[in-house]
């Protein structure tokens, strides 16, 4: 194949994004009715094109997958089929992501119980796992437990990038060791005979516009500063980790991110360690959103329907209980009718609202739909990135069920949580 007819089939065959109006409505409807709702749709294949996708933008690069965007065993384990690597938040991640097949893991200690460091050190004795510190006082708590493998220093980057407040981690002292005390730190584990292979950062989440590719641009280029600072020290390092944070378009208005210009401006950023342009060092980049967010919807049915005098209420039957993203960031997702007549019906302004007793529940406030009625399914875009995820019991509410797509066939991943289910650990009175 030549280039052009590569890059053009993969324009044809593997778009930069899918919108929600490109999912097929009749199999969405018949999934509803199959498994019931509210139900969380995983389109496997989908998964598979955004790890190409990043491949090829990356070809360099070492990816991993940042579990913590969706952790579903079926989905974990595709990942793990295209040859990434896993970046795991918790010790809980890492024995997942080891039972799905990965066979690189990272540990990335943010504030690290000494739970989740004795269970990672105990893994860590069978498999390939590296261990990332944000803080030189774990340095401490891994050599107290004999471990002192593949290290990379966490820095706090100074910028921060991502759609709201609450995602935005390249700021917040909480993340990262700052900036000047990197070299000291890495110095200090290189001298107590870790294996120190490099410094990471994560911004935050949602790099998607210009604005934000210059945030990545200067956190990029500061890695590298400091990296050339540390190796004339006389340390070596091989690896700079750049982070996750590679944004989706929620708003149907808005542009895909630009992977290729990200991968440009990326090793651009990098390439100035020495001033050569060669960076001299091995780029890693572990995104997660990006791999799982456009290949999930969630379906869920009209329960209500409520004229009031401020808009019309539309009550359905997931909640922020199932997707928390729009109360807990006020998280934009497109929503549509999957009614046979959708395209008939006048459209309305509604308040798309869930069964949860909370004034924050709502999936969507002041949002355009063909008119709805009791019954309709819905179907809300880009629900395959920390949607079942971060889904809980609140209100005593079971879990979705959770379907996958994989080649054309459907099947259950996670089956549906039940009333009975939420009991089970509790202890007999
Ligand atoms: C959450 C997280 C990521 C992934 O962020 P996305 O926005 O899902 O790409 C990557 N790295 C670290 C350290 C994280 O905490």
Avoid: Q
């Amino acid at each position: 194949m030549t280039p052009e007819t590569a890059s053009s089939s993969v324009a044809v065959g593997n778009p930069p994004v899918r919108r929600l109006a490109a999912w097929p409505v009749a199999d969405l409807r018949d999934l509803a009715t199959e498994h019931g709702t509210p139900l969380y749709v995983l389109d496997l294949d989908r998964v598979r094109e955004n790890a190409d996708r990043l491949r090829r933008a990356f070809p360099d690069a070492e990816i991993e997958y940042a579990v913590k965007a969706n952790a579903i065993g079926c989905v974990l384990e595709t990942i793990a089929d295209t040859g990434l690597g896993a970046e795991c938040a918790a010790a809980g991640e890492v024995v997942r992501a080891l039972d799905a097949g990965f066979d690189r893991v990272r540990y990335t200690a943010v504030n690290p119980p000494a739970r989740d460091l004795d269970r990672v050190v105990d893994l860590a004795a069978e498999h390939d796992i590296a261990i990332t510190i944000g803080a030189s006082d774990t340095l401490d708590r891994l050599a107290e437990r004999g471990w002192a493998g593949e290290l990379f220093v966490r820095v706090n980057p100074g910028v921060g990038a991502g759609h709201h407040a609450k995602v935005r981690t390249g700021t917040d002292p909480k993340f990262g060791v700052p900036g000047e005390r990197a070299a000291a730190v890495v110095s200090e584990a290189a001298e107590r005979a870790f294996d120190v292979r490099g410094l990471h950062a994560h911004a935050g989440s949602g790099i998607l516009d210009a604005d934000d590719l210059d945030t990545h641009r200067a956190l990029v280029a500061r890695m590298g500063e400091l990296t050339a600072e540390i190796v004339d020290r006389g340390i070596d390092l091989d690896t700079v980790i750049v982070g996750g944070g590679f944004g989706v378009p929620y708003r149907e208005s808005a542009s895909p991110l630009d992977l290729d210009s990200l991968a440009t401006a990326t090793c651009e950023a990098l390439g100035g360690v020495d001033g050569s342009g060669d960076p001299g060092v091995k780029l890693g980049i572990e995104p997660g959103r990006y791999l799982v967010a456009d290949a999930g919807v969630l379906v869920t049915r009209v329960n209500t329907v409520k004229e009031t005098p401020e808009t019309t209420v539309v009550g359905v039957d997931a909640g922020m209980t199932d997707l928390l993203r729009p109360a807990l960031y006020d998280a934009h997702h497109a929503i549509r009718s999957l009614a046979r007549d959708a395209g008939e019906r006048e459209t309305m302004s509604t308040a798309v609202a869930g069964p949860v007793c909370e004034s924050a529940d709502a999936l969507a406030r002041g949002r355009e739909l063909a008119a709805p009625t009791r019954g309709d399914l819905l179907a809300v875009g880009n629900a395959g990135a920390y949607g079942y995820e971060m889904a809980n019991t609140y209100n005593s509410r079971p879990r979705p069920a959770v379907v996958a797509l994989d080649d054309g066939e459907s099947r259950v991943c996670v089956r549906r949580e039940t009333i009975d289910d939420l009991t089970r650990l509790e202890v007999e009175r």
